[in-house]
T-cell receptor, first 112, second 117 residues
Framework: GESVGLHLPTLSVQEGDNSIINCAYSNSASDYFIWYKQESGKGPQFIID?????DKRQGQRVTVLLNKTVKHLSLQIAATQPGDSAVYFCAEVNNAGNMLTFGGGTRLMVKP | KAGVTQTPRYLIKTRGQQVTLSCSPISGHRSVSWYQQTPGQGLQFLFE???????NKGNFPGRFSGRQFSNSRSEMNVSTLELGDSALYLCASSLEMREPLMFGELFFGEGSRLTVL
């Protein structure tokens, strides 16, 4: 598969463990955030979103936490699987709702 | 249903040339956005089109342009290519890009990998 060659922070976890990926955002006025997963050779894929009126949102095996005080997002993946290996990006949505500002990304590697 | 289709998937150009990339959104989607992905700058917003109108533009020089056709297909063009334009160009489509936000319905293509020599 194709690699974008990103020089990213890497999180390495054992299969079955929980993973926590962190993201700091810059715009305190942002009120909508999204986590994306990008596998090698593919475009980003929506995982989960959260609005600023929430602190936590859960999906299937994933949880997003939002701390507006310190402008911090985290993505928690439960029981991490080899298929979770990818680059994960957080993104802020602009007020008009037609633009995403992405964070730098974290590479998750799952060891079998 | 078919996903977002980008062509070409890979291309090589030389400095000074120009390039046109194409994006066919998911059937029924009217909004198309373009992003540039590079190792140094990550994912950066280029522009967004809805019903043939550019509604938002990122912080890129005028060498980067785009358009959307009546069938919602979109093209982006980069003129006078520079080495730094080497990147993965991603297109994303959705039904709408406005409140109520429907980012769960925003789908990305696999990208066009441009290499400038």
């Amino acid at each position: 598969g194709e690699s974008v060659g990103l020089h990213l922070p890497t999180l390495s976890v054992q299969e079955g463990d929980n993973s926590i990926i962190n993201c700091a955002y810059s715009n305190s006025a942002s009120d909508y955030f999204i986590w994306y997963k990008q596998e090698s050779g593919k475009g980003p894929q929506f995982i989960i979103d959260i609005r600023s009126n929430m602190d936590k949102r859960q999906g299937q095996r994933v949880t997003v936490l939002l701390n507006k005080t310190v402008k911090h997002l985290s993505l928690q993946i439960a029981a991490t699987q080899p298929g979770d290996s990818a680059v994960y990006f957080c993104a802020e949505v602009n007020n008009a709702g037609n633009m995403l500002t992405f964070g730098g990304g974290t590479r998750l590697m799952v060891k079998p | 249903k078919a996903g977002v289709t980008q062509t070409p998937r890979y291309l090589i150009k030389t400095r000074g040339q120009q390039v046109t990339l194409s994006c066919s959104p998911i059937s029924g989607h009217r909004s198309v956005s373009w992003y540039q992905q590079t190792p140094g700058q990550g994912l950066q917003f280029l522009f967004e089109y809805f019903s043939e109108t550019q509604r938002n533009k990122g912080n890129f020089p005028g060498r980067f342009s785009g358009r959307q056709f009546s069938n919602s297909r979109s093209e982006m063009n980069v003129s006078t290519l520079e080495l730094g334009d080497s990147a993965l160009y991603l297109c994303a489509s959705s039904l709408e890009m406005r409140e109520p936000l429907m980012f769960g319905e925003l789908f990305f293509g696999e990208g066009s990998r441009l290499t400038v020599l």
